[in-house]
């Protein structure tokens, strides 16, 4: 199935901290219901144009267009589930497993009725439960749930907080990182996992070091390193030519192209 809209559009689109920048020229456009890897080097810009995408960061310059909408109405009208990388998050909070991933509910409870809010949680709409439980499921982290999650590994937290992204079942799935540091089997479950994701209709947007799970599972990869160095398919990105152009960025001469994803 075609949708007319795309997931993401930009156009030249640029980004900064304290007026240093760190995506430039930026013009693309990823389609509804397809797995797109996001690679490039450490500081390249990934978790920035996430950041942008979830609209935590504002563009310097240039638009960013999110299912045809601005990115924070899209956040808010629960339509992006994001998962962010696991070294910016902090750890030591006293909560469950369980109620980490319920959190990611807490944008769709507003829609509840206020006597359903203000119900015990285990009283409160059965939707949450039974979207918190499939989640878990899906990670294969059920048996954790009432764990604190301070007390998980390192590749335990990310499914959870992989979970918590698949628990908002929204259009969008921005994960940052979600194969980092995980296990062969927990990789395995996870790709297994956004492969159901995608057949259900949902895009998802993955940023990634790992290069033979995007040349596997990816529709589309975007190479960036500051500028937009290329989208296509996995062959067509992920070649020696390309990654050579990805690891000393895109020539000025280069730059401003637009790229769409079949
Ligand atoms: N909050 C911030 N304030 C100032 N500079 C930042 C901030 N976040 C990121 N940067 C800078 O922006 C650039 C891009 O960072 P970003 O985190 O987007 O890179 P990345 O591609 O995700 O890298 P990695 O693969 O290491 O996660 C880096 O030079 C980084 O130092
Ligand atoms: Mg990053």
Redesign the pocket.
């Known amino acids: 199935m075609t949708h007319p809209v795309p997931a993401l559009q930009a156009h030249r689109l640029c980004a900064a901290?304290?007026q240093q920048p760190?995506l430039e020229d930026i013009t693309l456009a990823l389609p509804q219901g397809q797995w797109t890897a996001i690679v490039?080097p450490?500081?390249?810009?990934?978790?920035?144009l996430l950041n942008l995408v979830i609209g935590s960061l504002v563009p310097l310059r240039g638009e960013l267009r999110i299912l045809g909408g601005s990115p924070a109405a899209q956040r808010r009208a629960g339509n992006i589930a994001y998962m962010a990388?696991q070294e910016n998050m902090e750890w030591d909070f006293p909560i469950s497993v369980h109620d980490t991933v319920l959190t990611g509910r807490y944008g769709l409870m507003r829609h509840d009725p206020l006597w359903q809010r203000l119900l015990p949680r285990h009283w409160a709409n059965p939707d949450h439960r039974q979207a918190v439980e499939a989640a878990l499921d899906a990670v294969d982290m059920a048996d954790y749930a009432a764990r604190p999650i301070g007390e998980l590994s390192g590749g335990q937290k990310k499914r959870v907080m992989l979970a918590r992204a698949l628990a908002q079942q929204a259009r969008i799935l921005l994960l940052d990182?979600p194969l980092a540091g995980v296990d062969p089997p927990s990789e395995k479950l996870i790709l297994a996992t956004l492969e159901r994701e995608r057949s259900a209709g949902r895009t998802i947007i993955m940023?990634t070091h790992d290069m033979p799970s995007a040349r596997v599972h990816a529709d589309n990869v975007l190479l960036i390193n500051r500028t937009l160095v290329g989208l296509g398919t996995p062959d067509e990105m992920l070649n020696d030519t390309m990654l050579a152009r990805l690891a000393v960025g895109t020539p000025d001469a280069m730059r401003g192209g637009a790229r769409v994803a079949a």
């Open positions: 901290y304290h760190v490039g450490n500081g390249a810009g990934k978790s920035s990388q990182e940023v």
